[in-house]
């Protein structure tokens, strides 16, 4: 009995120096929620530790031996329940508590944050900055300034996680939700999907990327030039920054992709047996859904982008050229 007041009283005694722990760092969330969960790992092992050492020892203490009767009957004891109620009552509580506030603190976004909109959809993030700028599972900030992500679903439940920031949520249609976190060095980290979405779910993965301050300009005023460029010059970047000529080609060469060289208006045939002209209008609807329109022969991998119409009117203008 006295051993058990003993680990009690110390026990109590802990848990205030352990309640500091946590209140360092919360400007920068990921230490929060690391110190939040070092002291839930804390108080959990040393609560294990405790009751598993408690019963080796009584039960090698109060073990029957030989030529022993059956031991006292014992009948309740007040005290005891007394405090074996109360202990967890204030640890529960205490940790609820701290949780609350971590989740709180998490809550509130600096005011000076950099805001960015995140849209998921089946199956990818498309992403809008301030300046009209948008890239495609790409999201770009300059170190050193909290990041505030506006986060919504063009079509089905996802949910964007961010591991190095600690942060996750839901990106719910005709919802829009947020999530803050503070890029304290440059570097590239990975976010994911953590909601299954469809078949193409382990598919939507983006990165973050964290710049030093001059770059992120750089890249910054590169992109604003694009927006205000012609149709043309615009159809030509955009064919090269989403990427599109890592499977379609502008050389004629038979790839994994039909070629871009003269594909405006040039008879295709779909895997469905239908034979269009890839006109405007095909075109258009391909870089939106282009499950639907594949080109017979080739494999269903592109994925859909989501441009505006002035965008893939650019595209247009650039393929006629090719
Ligand atoms: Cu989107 Cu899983």
């Not at 495609?136 to 079509?155: A, F, H, Y």
């Not at 719910?172 to 299954?196: K, L, M």
């Not at 075109?283 to 269903?300: C, F, L, M």
Request: proline share 6%.
């Amino acid at each position: 009995m006295k051993i058990i007041l003993t680990l009690i009283a110390a026990a109590l005694f802990l848990l205030p120096s352990l309640a500091s722990a946590d209140a360092a760092g919360l400007s920068d969330p990921v230490k929060a929620w690391d110190n939040h969960w070092h002291m839930f790992l804390t108080i959990v092992t040393s609560l294990w530790a405790f009751v598993t050492l408690l019963v080796v020892y009584m039960s090698l203490k109060y073990r029957r031996k030989k030529g022993q009767g059956d031991g006292a009957y014992i009948h309740g004891n007040i005290l005891l329940e007394i405090i074996w109620t109360a202990v967890p009552l204030i640890i529960i509580i205490f940790l609820g508590v701290q949780s609350w506030a971590v989740y709180r603190e998490q809550t509130k976004v600096p005011k000076d944050a950099y805001e960015v909109n995140v849209e998921g959809f089946m199956w990818g993030w498309n992403v809008t900055y301030p300046e009209g700028i948008k890239t495609i599972n790409e999201i770009r900030v300059p170190v050193g300034k909290p990041v505030k992500i506006n986060l919504t679903s063009k079509d089905v439940l996802h949910a964007f996680y961010i591991p190095a920031f600690r942060i996750q949520e839901e990106a719910i249609p005709g919802r829009t939700t947020y999530v803050w976190f503070n890029p304290t060095q440059p570097g590239e980290f990975p976010a994911y999907c953590t909601e299954f979405c469809g078949s193409g779910h382990s598919l939507m993965l983006a990165k973050v990327i964290v710049m030093q301050k001059a770059d992120f300009d750089a890249w910054e005023g590169k992109q604003k030039e694009g927006i205000a460029l012609p149709p043309l010059e615009k159809g030509k970047k955009l064919v090269a920054d989403l990427g599109c000529l890592g499977c379609h080609n502008i050389t004629g060469e038979k790839t994994s992709a039909p070629t871009f060289k003269g594909i405006y208006r040039r008879d295709t045939v779909l895997a469905d047996g239908r034979t269009v002209k890839a006109d405007d209008a095909y075109i258009a609807n391909h870089i939106k859904d282009p499950k639907t329109t594949t080109v017979n022969g080739y494999p269903k991998t592109m994925p859909p982008y989501n441009l505006s119409d002035e965008e893939s009117r650019a595209v247009v203008e650039y393929l006629k050229t090719l």
